[in-house]
Protein backbone atom coordinates (compact mmCIF):
# COMPACT_ATOMS: atom_id res chain seq x y z
CA UNK A 1 0.00 0.00 0.00
CA UNK A 2 1.27 3.22 -1.16
CA UNK A 3 0.26 6.75 0.11
CA UNK A 4 1.43 10.09 -1.30
CA UNK A 5 0.15 13.15 -1.98
CA UNK A 6 -1.76 15.21 -4.96
CA UNK A 7 -1.54 18.43 -6.06
CA UNK A 8 -4.75 20.32 -4.03
CA UNK A 9 -3.54 18.89 -0.75
CA UNK A 10 -5.13 15.56 -1.37
CA UNK A 11 -4.53 12.45 -0.03
CA UNK A 12 -4.24 9.18 -2.63
CA UNK A 13 -4.60 5.83 -1.55
CA UNK A 14 -3.55 3.51 -3.90
CA UNK A 15 -4.53 -0.74 -3.56
CA UNK A 16 -2.38 -2.25 -6.14
CA UNK A 17 -3.22 -6.34 -7.16
CA UNK A 18 -0.66 -8.43 -6.65
CA UNK A 19 -0.06 -11.57 -8.46
CA UNK A 20 -0.51 -14.48 -6.24
CA UNK A 21 -1.72 -12.50 -3.62
CA UNK A 22 -5.50 -14.26 -1.83
CA UNK A 23 -7.67 -11.22 -2.31
CA UNK A 24 -8.10 -9.77 1.07
CA UNK A 25 -11.62 -7.72 2.88
CA UNK A 26 -13.19 -5.69 0.30
CA UNK A 27 -14.41 -2.00 1.39
CA UNK A 28 -17.00 -1.17 -1.04
CA UNK A 29 -17.35 3.11 -1.53
CA UNK A 30 -20.58 3.87 -3.03
CA UNK A 31 -19.56 7.70 -4.49
CA UNK A 32 -17.65 8.79 -1.18
CA UNK A 33 -17.42 7.23 2.49
CA UNK A 34 -17.16 9.99 5.31
CA UNK A 35 -14.13 9.24 7.64
CA UNK A 36 -14.95 12.07 10.30
CA UNK A 37 -16.79 14.97 9.76
CA UNK A 38 -15.77 16.88 6.74
CA UNK A 39 -13.45 14.26 5.95
CA UNK A 40 -14.75 11.79 2.73
CA UNK A 41 -12.82 8.79 1.03
CA UNK A 42 -13.94 9.07 -2.59
CA UNK A 43 -13.34 6.17 -5.65
CA UNK A 44 -11.98 7.98 -8.55
CA UNK A 45 -10.81 4.97 -10.83
CA UNK A 46 -11.80 0.97 -10.55
CA UNK A 47 -11.38 -0.84 -13.46
CA UNK A 48 -10.65 -4.53 -14.25
CA UNK A 49 -6.85 -5.11 -13.66
CA UNK A 50 -5.93 -1.28 -12.88
CA UNK A 51 -5.31 -0.20 -9.00
CA UNK A 52 -8.64 0.76 -7.28
CA UNK A 53 -7.81 4.70 -6.20
CA UNK A 54 -9.38 6.32 -3.60
CA UNK A 55 -9.05 10.25 -2.39
CA UNK A 56 -9.25 11.23 1.09
CA UNK A 57 -10.67 14.74 0.48
CA UNK A 58 -10.75 17.47 3.71
CA UNK A 59 -6.91 16.72 4.91
CA UNK A 60 -3.25 16.92 3.83
CA UNK A 61 -0.25 15.54 5.63
CA UNK A 62 3.06 17.06 6.80
CA UNK A 63 4.97 15.27 9.57
CA UNK A 64 1.86 13.07 10.99
CA UNK A 65 -0.35 16.25 10.89
CA UNK A 66 -3.70 16.21 9.23
CA UNK A 67 -4.42 19.97 9.06
CA UNK A 68 -3.93 21.80 5.84
CA UNK A 69 -0.68 24.53 6.10
CA UNK A 70 -2.43 27.46 4.85
CA UNK A 71 -4.65 26.87 7.97
CA UNK A 72 -1.47 27.53 10.24
CA UNK A 73 -1.51 31.08 9.05
CA UNK A 74 -4.95 31.78 10.80
CA UNK A 75 -2.29 31.77 14.00
CA UNK A 76 0.03 33.84 12.65
CA UNK A 77 -2.07 36.73 11.33
CA UNK A 78 -4.18 36.42 15.13
CA UNK A 79 -0.56 36.57 16.63
CA UNK A 80 0.09 39.46 14.39
CA UNK A 81 -3.44 41.48 15.42
CA UNK A 82 -2.58 41.00 18.85
CA UNK A 83 0.66 42.27 18.67
CA UNK A 84 -0.77 45.43 16.95
CA UNK A 85 -3.42 45.43 19.66
CA UNK A 86 -1.11 45.57 22.47
CA UNK A 87 1.32 48.42 21.02
CA UNK A 88 -1.85 50.61 20.49
CA UNK A 89 -3.12 50.14 23.81
CA UNK A 90 0.15 51.86 24.76
CA UNK A 91 -0.50 54.58 22.44
CA UNK A 92 -3.87 55.06 23.86
CA UNK A 93 -2.15 55.31 27.45
CA UNK A 94 0.42 58.05 25.36
CA UNK A 95 -2.49 60.29 23.93
CA UNK A 96 -3.53 60.59 27.72
CA UNK A 97 -0.40 61.43 29.26
CA UNK A 98 1.82 63.03 26.34
CA UNK A 99 1.19 65.74 23.85
CA UNK A 100 3.31 64.64 21.31
CA UNK A 101 1.63 61.51 21.12
CA UNK A 102 -1.63 63.47 21.28
CA UNK A 103 -0.45 65.43 17.83
CA UNK A 104 0.56 62.04 16.39
CA UNK A 105 -3.14 61.24 17.02
CA UNK A 106 -5.31 63.68 17.13
CA UNK A 107 -8.43 61.26 17.29
CA UNK A 108 -8.37 59.18 20.61
CA UNK A 109 -12.27 57.02 19.87
CA UNK A 110 -10.46 56.18 16.20
CA UNK A 111 -7.70 55.10 17.76
CA UNK A 112 -9.90 53.30 20.86
CA UNK A 113 -11.82 51.62 18.10
CA UNK A 114 -8.65 50.40 16.11
CA UNK A 115 -7.37 48.68 19.46
CA UNK A 116 -10.99 47.36 19.53
CA UNK A 117 -10.91 45.94 15.92
CA UNK A 118 -7.52 44.14 16.21
CA UNK A 119 -8.52 42.77 19.15
CA UNK A 120 -11.60 41.14 17.97
CA UNK A 121 -9.67 39.93 14.85
CA UNK A 122 -7.37 38.35 16.63
CA UNK A 123 -10.08 36.32 18.78
CA UNK A 124 -11.89 35.31 15.20
CA UNK A 125 -8.52 34.16 13.54
CA UNK A 126 -7.62 31.89 16.39
CA UNK A 127 -10.89 30.80 17.02
CA UNK A 128 -12.11 29.65 13.81
CA UNK A 129 -8.21 28.16 13.80
CA UNK A 130 -9.35 26.23 17.09
CA UNK A 131 -12.97 25.12 15.37
CA UNK A 132 -11.39 24.18 11.99
CA UNK A 133 -8.53 21.69 13.92
CA UNK A 134 -11.76 20.54 15.93
CA UNK A 135 -13.44 19.35 13.15
CA UNK A 136 -10.18 18.53 11.12
CA UNK A 137 -10.96 20.71 8.06
CA UNK A 138 -8.77 22.30 5.92
CA UNK A 139 -10.15 25.54 3.91
CA UNK A 140 -8.94 26.57 0.45
CA UNK A 141 -5.93 29.34 0.26
CA UNK A 142 -8.33 31.93 -1.34
CA UNK A 143 -10.87 31.80 1.85
CA UNK A 144 -7.52 31.33 4.34
CA UNK A 145 -6.00 34.25 2.70
CA UNK A 146 -9.20 36.20 2.66
CA UNK A 147 -9.46 36.10 6.16
CA UNK A 148 -6.40 37.24 7.01
CA UNK A 149 -6.30 40.34 4.40
CA UNK A 150 -9.68 41.87 5.98
CA UNK A 151 -8.65 40.96 9.18
CA UNK A 152 -5.77 43.10 9.29
CA UNK A 153 -6.87 45.98 6.67
CA UNK A 154 -10.09 46.52 8.68
CA UNK A 155 -8.81 48.19 11.67
CA UNK A 156 -6.18 50.05 9.72
CA UNK A 157 -9.22 52.78 8.52
CA UNK A 158 -9.99 53.55 11.79
CA UNK A 159 -6.02 54.23 12.52
CA UNK A 160 -5.67 56.29 9.60
CA UNK A 161 -8.88 58.03 10.54
CA UNK A 162 -7.47 58.96 14.16
CA UNK A 163 -4.20 59.89 12.44
CA UNK A 164 -6.13 62.15 9.78
CA UNK A 165 -9.51 62.51 11.51
CA UNK A 166 -11.05 64.55 8.42
CA UNK A 167 -10.03 61.93 5.98
CA UNK A 168 -12.39 61.94 3.15
CA UNK A 169 -14.89 58.80 3.73
CA UNK A 170 -17.15 58.97 0.74
CA UNK A 171 -17.55 55.94 -1.00
CA UNK A 172 -16.36 57.16 -3.85
CA UNK A 173 -13.26 58.03 -2.03
CA UNK A 174 -10.13 55.90 -2.44
CA UNK A 175 -10.32 55.39 1.64
CA UNK A 176 -13.83 54.30 0.75
CA UNK A 177 -12.68 51.83 -1.81
CA UNK A 178 -9.70 50.16 0.10
CA UNK A 179 -12.35 50.37 3.12
CA UNK A 180 -15.00 48.35 0.64
CA UNK A 181 -12.34 45.84 -0.84
CA UNK A 182 -10.93 45.20 2.70
CA UNK A 183 -15.22 44.31 3.75
CA UNK A 184 -15.48 42.00 0.94
CA UNK A 185 -12.61 40.34 1.96
CA UNK A 186 -13.50 39.80 5.00
CA UNK A 187 -17.33 38.83 4.37
CA UNK A 188 -15.75 36.11 2.08
CA UNK A 189 -13.13 34.77 3.94
CA UNK A 190 -15.51 34.65 7.46
CA UNK A 191 -18.29 33.33 5.20
CA UNK A 192 -16.51 30.57 3.17
CA UNK A 193 -15.49 29.75 6.77
CA UNK A 194 -18.16 29.77 8.51
CA UNK A 195 -20.31 27.59 6.32
CA UNK A 196 -17.13 24.94 5.92
CA UNK A 197 -18.01 24.70 9.78
CA UNK A 198 -21.77 24.56 9.70
CA UNK A 199 -21.49 21.65 7.33
CA UNK A 200 -18.82 19.63 9.34
CA UNK A 201 -21.27 20.14 12.37
CA UNK A 202 -24.30 19.20 10.75
CA UNK A 203 -22.31 16.00 9.29
CA UNK A 204 -21.25 15.15 12.85
CA UNK A 205 -24.72 15.09 13.99
Not at 59 to 78: D, E, I, T
Not at 146 to 159: A, D, H, Q, R
Amino acid sequence: MQLFILHGSRLQLRLPERQGEEPGPRLRVRGQLQLWPGVFLQEVVSADRTPRTLLVRGVSSNKGSLMLNYSNLLVVAGSLCMTIALVLAWCLVGVRSSSFMKLIFPSYQYLLKAHIDYLMMSGFLIAFFLVLAHFRLSMPPLIVLSMISGSLMNPVGFLVLAVRPKTNQHPASPFGVIMACSFTLTTVGYAGAAWSIARAAALAL
